[in-house]
Structure formats: C-alpha cells, structure tokens
C-alpha cells in the first residue's frame, strides 16, 4: 500500500496476450535483460540523433540550393531538444537513461555503476547514432544527390572543397572544424558547454532539489542542450560522443576515410565531453551537495514507483506472473535504477 493507495501493476488493469507475457519473463531474464537495456540505450540515442541530424541535413541542402527556411540553427536545437524527450519518455524506464557515454563513465565512477555494463552501453549508444546517421541519409540521400549536382554544374570543385567542412554534405553528419578556428578555441567551446551540461545533469539527479522534480528534469536536461546548440553551434559542438563518433562512423561508410576529419579536431569533438562531465560532476559534488538536505516528496515518489516494480520487490506474482521464476533480473538497490535522463 503506497501513501495515496493501492499499488497498481499493469498486469492489474488487464490481461496480456499469452505471446507477450511468455517473451517479457524471457526478456527480464538475467540471461536476456542486460541486451533490453542496450536496446533501450540505442534506441535512446536513436531518437536524439534520428530527429536532430534531420534538421541539420536540411539546413545544408537548404545552404546549398540557397534557400532560406529549410532549417535553422533553432530548429536543429529544437530538433535535438525533442529527441532528448523522447529518448527518456520511451526508453529510460528500462536502461536508466544515459545516452550518452560521459553519464556512463561519470556514473561508474561516482555511484558505482558496474564498468562491464557502461562498457556495453557505450557500444549500444554508438551503434544508435551509427544506425540513425544511415537511416537519415538515405532519406535525404536523393535530395542531397541533385544540391551536390548543382553545386558541382554551378562551379566545378567546389562540392569537393565544402564536403568534409560544416557547411558540407559530410558536415552534417561528422563534426568539421571551421575554416579559420583554432583547435583551442575548439576545446574550449567544447568543454565549457558539456561542463555546463553536466552540472544540469547532475543537478537532475540531485533528489533534494525541490525545485527541480524528476518529471521536469526530463525537459531541464532537454533544454540545457538545446540551448548550447542555438548559442555554441556555429563555432562548433558534438556534445554527446555518441552522437559524434556514431554518425562520424556514419560520414566514413557514406564518404570513405577522408570523413573522418582531422585527428585532432575529431579527438577534440569526441573526447572533450567526458573530462568535461567529470570535471563538471566534482565541481557539483565539491560545492553544492548537502547530505544534510532533506529528499523532496517527488523524489520520494519517484523512487518508491521504482521500488514498487514487482521484479524489484518482494511481493509474490500474481497470475499474469505465474511462471515467473527465480532468473528474473534481482533485486536492485543501487541509484542507477532510479535515476532519470541524461544524454
């Protein structure tokens, strides 16, 4: 019984047909359930990447037919913004919500995340945003065709000149340097946005805060990236090294090696965010983590709906569970389980 009533399963407002019942206690296996949860990561950053590179291929074909209002730095930001939330809203009750390999890392290191299970996360969300850069592509890929066309009829080399820079074809999908940035100033940009970032992260996992509830820190993280991209994105951000070395990867199946950009710049751009979150995280945990604060009631709630998942307690199944057995994913206490959102 939970402070406002009865606690309510799924299973309790109807029966599953049998096909799905039999697959779910299958996929909450020990055995299987650890590939729901990459599944989950890709399909996450699936989402962020699949809906944000859209925009950003439309603003280059739109930059080379010259033609104003395809697509926008806001809209790109926008773009990504939303994929954040749907990222969370779809598949971070059963991953956790990372999404990005610098909260895996950074999880691993300050709540005790286990390393093999970063590790696979990684690869998910790298094959994630791989997989959204193919898909993307070939939806625009016609498109793209006739802009690179007439751009090459209109001046002949200089499709060649602009491919692999951000005003480019590749350069929507792979991170270019600028013509005339320095690979400081690169860094810099780099790691003072993920820095930010990543104390709005932690910030949202931070239960005492009563201004920020997990139902709106789903929108806060959204937004922190979002608003990086409408401030930051002309000198240059990757801000997720999914999203950097998976569609990179994506650029380099499309257009060969010389996709790949310059070693240091791509270092630059898939790198920087996790020293960054790091460092970011010990700023918060160093200046404004009070373990003295008291959890705020929506926190309470939101760990307790977690807690109260039948797999994690201790409460017989009922007959939708009724061959439920003893593989079933254990019991599981550590903060990953019920935080939310990160990217």
């Not at 989950?40 to 074909?61: D, K, M």
């Not at 033609?67 to 926008?72: A, D, K, Q, T």
């Not at 930051?232 to 060969?256: C, E, H, K």
Request: one cysteine or more.
């Amino acid at each position: 019984m939970s402070e406002s009533g009865p606690v309510l399963h799924v299973r309790d407002l109807g029966q599953r047909p049998r096909i799905f019942t039999i697959w779910e206690r299958k996929r909450n296996s020990k055995e299987v359930h650890w590939l729901m949860e990459c599944f989950a990561e890709a399909l996450g950053v699936f989402f962020y990447v699949y809906f944000g590179l859209g925009s950003q291929v439309g603003w280059v074909f739109g930059n080379l037919i010259k033609e104003e209002g395809i697509s926008s730095i806001f809209q790109i930001g926008m773009a990504y913004t939303f994929g954040i939330i749907f990222a969370i809203t779809v598949c971070a009750s059963v991953s956790g919500g990372h999404f990005n390999p610098c909260v895996s890392i950074a999880l691993a290191i300050f709540r005790g995340f286990p390393p093999l299970k970063a590790l696979r996360y990684i690869i998910a969300q790298v094959l994630g945003s791989f997989i959204a850069s193919l898909v993307v592509y070939n939806q625009w890929k016609a498109l793209l065709d006739l802009a690179e066309a007439g751009v090459e009829a209109a001046s002949p080399g200089t499709l060649e000149a602009i491919l692999f820079t951000p005003n480019g074809p590749a350069g929507a999908f792979g991170n270019y340097m600028l013509p005339g940035q320095t690979l400081g100033r690169a860094f810099m940009n780099e790691f003072m946005n993920c820095a930010v970032i990543g104390l709005v992260i932690w910030a949202c996992l931070d239960p005492s805060k009563i201004t920020l509830p997990p139902v709106v820190s789903t929108f806060v993280v959204a937004f922190s990236y979002g608003a990086s991209i409408w401030g930051f994105a002309v000198p240059g951000v990757s801000l997720n090294a999914a999203r950097d070395v998976g569609a990179r990867l994506g650029a380099m199946t499309i257009w060969g090696k010389a996709a790949g950009g310059t070693s240091g710049y791509s270092a630059i751009s898939a790198l920087t965010n996790i020293p960054a979150t790091l460092f970011a995280i010990l700023i918060y945990e160093i200046f404004l983590v009070d373990s003295d604060a008291v959890v705020s009631t929506e926190h309470i709630k939101f760990i307790r709906h977690h807690q109260n998942h039948a797999r994690l307690a201790h409460e017989k199944p009922s007959s939708y569970d009724a061959e439920t057995s003893s593989t079933e994913k254990p019991n599981v206490t550590t903060f990953e389980n019920v935080s939310t959102s990160n990217v």
